[in-house]
């Protein structure tokens, strides 16, 4: 029998007050609340960013910088860190790592692993007395930046430790100097200056018309062809400052700079300078006296300067010895250049600033080299102390 309309009203009440009484916690008292929830954790502390600057040199700083190994032929990237204490972290494109431990000045380092000894200028140029079993050799490293074909228009002074006679690693390293002329990536023009002159006597620069260009290379800096084939040139810009480094596939090595004349230097000015030198074998000559192993610290004072004559002279002293008089000519035997008279306490060389920081000195009237490491040949590569 279905039940009366009343008692399904009634029903209904009853299913009513039942799910109601559920939603309330069931039976419970009605003065009762349910539980607040639990707090959300707090969130972890962000981690403090690593520096991105030497704790030892504020001109080292992190990013990808270019690694150029005559010796080695060799041009490759490091890429710079710092850790949380601010100590310089590498890592090679080889895949390898080190890192920096700084020396006794601010801005000189050995390598952890190696005891390669590195030295760092301004804007970041370094140089590196890498060590090779028994023997060091030296590099130069610098921020790694993009370029273009326009970036290497005018007509740039030159100096290179070049691979005698028909090249090849097994040809001793010797001097040539003078400029190269380029447009559109072209090579048009360059000089050849004599490099038997004891700089006493007027310098001849000859011309001559090199069939050379350079293209980007998508791995950076230039590709050479026709007489540049096989070379890379990277390009590195400080402020108004551009520096070439060309690298030929026997480990030639040649540095450009925009020629410019170079002022007088007033009487009295001092400079301190970390150096590298290169002997004819392409390896770094060491000295008890070297600051780090294959780094060696020259001072200069300049006591005259004649600015109609171009001679100045100054104090000059390597290694903590006694200071020896030096006669230098300015913007000879071009525009930018200087050469130094031979004295008994200094050999004749031609000086070549590249930047503010970086300049390469090389001997003129050097004795020939027949192999690597005879001759009595030099390329010094000397970076200021920031």
């Known amino acids: ?17 039942a799910l109601a009484l559920a939603a309330c916690g069931g039976g419970s008292d009605g003065d009762s609340e349910s539980p607040a929830p639990a707090p959300a954790p707090a969130p972890a502390p962000a981690p403090a960013p690593l520096p991105t600057v030497s704790a030892t040199c504020d001109q080292l700083t992190s990013g990808t910088y270019r690694l150029i190994v005559p010796a080695d032929a060799e041009a490759s990237t490091v890429s710079v860190t710092m850790d949380e204490s601010g100590t310089p972290q590498l890592a090679f494109a080889d895949g390898s790592t080190d890192s920096l431990k700084a020396g006794s000045e601010a ?27 028994a023997a060091r050799y030296p590099a130069l490293m610098f921020p790694e930046q993009a370029a273009d074909v326009a970036d290497l228009t005018g007509t740039w002074n030159r100096i290179a430790w070049q691979r005698a006679g028909d090249g090849g690693t097994n040809k001793p390293f010797a ?14 023009g360059a000089k050849f200056c004599e490099t038997t002159t004891t700089a006493d006597t007027p310098i001849n620069c000859t ?82 006296t070297d600051t780090l192993p294959g780094i060696s610290i020259s001072t200069n004072t300049t006591t005259a300067a004649d600015a109609t004559t171009g001679i100045i002279t100054r ?72």
């Open 1 to 17: 029998m279905s039940p009366s309309h009343a008692q399904r009203l009634r029903y209904l009440a009853a299913a009513t007050a």
């Open 107 to 133: 801005c000189s380092f050995t390598t952890a692993k190696n005891a390669d000894s590195l030295v760092v200028g301004k804007g970041g140029v370094a140089l590196v007395a890498a060590k090779d079993d």
């Open 175 to 188: 001097l040539e100097y003078g400029t190269i002329s380029i447009a559109a990536g072209s090579v048009t």
């Open 207 to 288: 011309d001559a018309a090199p069939q050379a260009s350079f293209a980007a290379n998508a791995s950076g800096g230039f590709t050479g062809a026709g007489n540049a084939a096989g070379m890379r040139n990277f390009v590195f810009k400080s402020g108004s400052e551009t520096l070439q480094v060309w690298l030929d596939e026997d480990g030639s090595v040649s540095l450009l700079t925009k020629q410019a004349a170079l002022g007088t230097p007033s009487v009295g000015a001092k400079s301190s300078s970390w150096n590298v030198q290169a002997s004819t074998a392409g390896a770094v000559v060491e000295a008890a």
């Open 315 to 386: 104090d000059s002293s390597s290694g903590g010895a006694e200071p020896v008089s030096q006669t230098l000519r300015n913007n000879v035997p071009l525009p930018g250049m200087r050469v130094r008279r031979g004295t008994a306490g200094s050999s004749p060389a031609v000086m070549l600033p590249l930047t503010s920081s970086l300049t390469a000195v090389a001997r003129l009237n050097a004795s020939e080299a027949t192999t690597p490491g005879t001759g009595n040949g030099f390329l010094v590569l000397s970076v200021s102390k920031p």
